[in-house]
């Protein structure tokens, strides 16, 4: 048995890691108690953008350290 570290997003669980099971593997879903914290923005893109692989989100990541290089926080994209 494993264990996993999802957050519902409204209408679907979403794994905050990449999940090894089988299709149509059963699962228990356990809620917890308490509020999660803020969502990472790698959270929300992930959350976003669905199922990508780790290579996928390294690659957005470096798109998006490239956009901040072109756009710098004191200055408005229009």
Same mark, same amino acid.
């Given at each position: ?10 209408? $679907?669980?979403?794994?905050?890691? *990449?999940?090894? !099971?089988?299709? %149509?593997? +059963?699962?228990? $879903?356990?809620?917890?108690?308490? *509020?999660?914290? !803020?969502?990472? %923005?790698? +959270? ?35």
């Amino acid at each position: 048995m494993n264990a996993i570290k999802a957050h519902y997003d409204g209408r $679907v669980f979403v794994p905050e890691s *990449q999940v090894m !099971a089988e299709i %149509n593997q +059963e699962a228990i $879903v356990t809620l917890l108690d308490t *509020q999660p914290e !803020a969502v990472s %923005n790698k +959270e929300h893109l992930l959350s976003l953008a669905g199922r990508i692989t780790h290579k996928d989100y390294l690659e957005l990541e470096r798109a998006l350290e490239e956009t901040e290089k072109v756009f710098p926080d004191d200055q408005q994209c229009s």
